[in-house]
């Protein structure tokens, strides 16, 4: 197997983090392959907000899981209540994507970008999480004006990036393999 379909079968949701922070060469390397994703009509209609505050990390964190339980999802209630659950994992980096509104595809072209820096992540040795909950801390308008995202932009997603804690090794889920028809 070639090294790109390796990284891509060997990427994995990392859910524990060393505290140690990611180097910015790591960082920058990451970042540049969110820019090569493809968009439709070439928009590029993204943004990456780069957090590094711990402090402000564990305030969203905090946000998301008030916010949590008070949705009428059990399972999402749940994890709200769990006080040992950071959303973000404990990272120490956490990258917000937004998508410019109104721009053709945004949402798709956030998604392509957000997986090239998945598969970056894990290019470099690094682990990451796509963090879909985040969500519940962005729908709180008052607390996302902290993060000051630029005029015209939603954020969609967060991805945490950090060093993997060794203690943790993530198993696969089982992939679905019925999930493939041909026209020949
Ligand atoms: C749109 C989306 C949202 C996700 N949100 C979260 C999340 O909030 N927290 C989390 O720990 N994992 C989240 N994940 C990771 C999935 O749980 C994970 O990709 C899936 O279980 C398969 O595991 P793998 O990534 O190790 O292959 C999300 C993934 C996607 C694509």
Redesign the pocket.
């Known amino acids: 197997m070639n090294e790109v379909l390796e990284v891509i079968k060997r990427?994995?949701?990392i859910?524990k983090y060393l505290p140690d922070q990611i180097k910015d060469e790591e960082l920058s390397a990451i970042l540049e392959a969110a820019i090569f994703a493809p968009s439709g009509h070439n928009e590029q209609p993204w943004h990456f907000l780069v957090i590094q505050d711990k402090e402000l990390i564990d305030r969203m964190s905090e946000k998301a899981k008030e916010a949590m339980t008070r949705s009428d999802i059990d399972w999402i209630v749940k994890i709200g209540q769990n006080a040992r659950r950071h959303?973000f994992?404990n990272a120490p980096t956490v990258i917000v994507v937004s998508g410019r509104k109104g721009s053709y595809s945004a949402l798709v072209d956030c998604?392509a970008a957000t997986q090239n820096m998945l598969l970056a992540a894990e290019s470099l040795g690094i682990g990451s999480?796509?963090?879909?909950?985040?969500n519940f801390f962005f729908q709180q308008e008052e607390e996302a004006k902290r993060l000051s995202i630029p005029e015209g932009y939603e954020p969609f997603?967060a991805v945490t990036l950090g060093y993997k804690d060794p203690s943790y090794q993530?198993i696969?889920?089982e992939r679905k393999r019925d999930v493939f028809a041909y026209i020949r």
Not at 129 to 134: D, E, P, Q, S, V
């Open positions: 990427r994995r949701s859910r959303i994992h998604s999480c796509w963090i879909g909950l985040a997603y993530p696969a889920p």
